[in-house]
């Protein structure tokens, strides 16, 4: 199996809701459970879309490169641990 230096690096996963953590800095939780750091006020580059829930409310769906999701795990049947998935889930 061949992977791209950009497919090993990250994977794109959908915003599905926004918190403030301990620091007033809000995070994006994405659909594969983890958080992503949104900063309000980077160089040159103000979010005022993350000061009201309006604004946040529009970017739900919005893709953003996991941090800890690698797509080489996701392709070889891993969760983002590393560790192996079966592929079948009996509930």
């Known amino acids: 199996m061949i992977f791209s230096q950009a497919t090993l690096a990250e994977t794109m996963r959908?915003?599905?809701d926004f918190h403030l953590d301990g620091n007033s800095d809000w995070i994006a939780q994405l659909e594969c459970g983890h958080p992503q750091h949104i900063?309000?006020?980077?160089?040159?580059?103000?979010?005022?879309?993350?000061t009201t829930p309006q604004g946040r409310l529009g970017y739900l769906g919005?893709?953003?490169?996991c941090p800890v999701c690698r797509p080489?795990?996701?392709a070889l049947g891993r969760n983002c641990s590393g560790?192996?998935?079966p592929a079948i889930?009996?509930?």
């Open 83 to 85: 560790v192996e998935e």
């Open 62 to 65: 919005l893709e953003l490169a």
């Open 14 to 16: 959908k915003i599905v």
């Open 39 to 50: 900063l309000y006020s980077p160089l040159c580059n103000h979010r005022y879309w993350l």
């Open 89 to 91: 889930r009996v509930h």
């Open 72 to 74: 080489i795990d996701l």
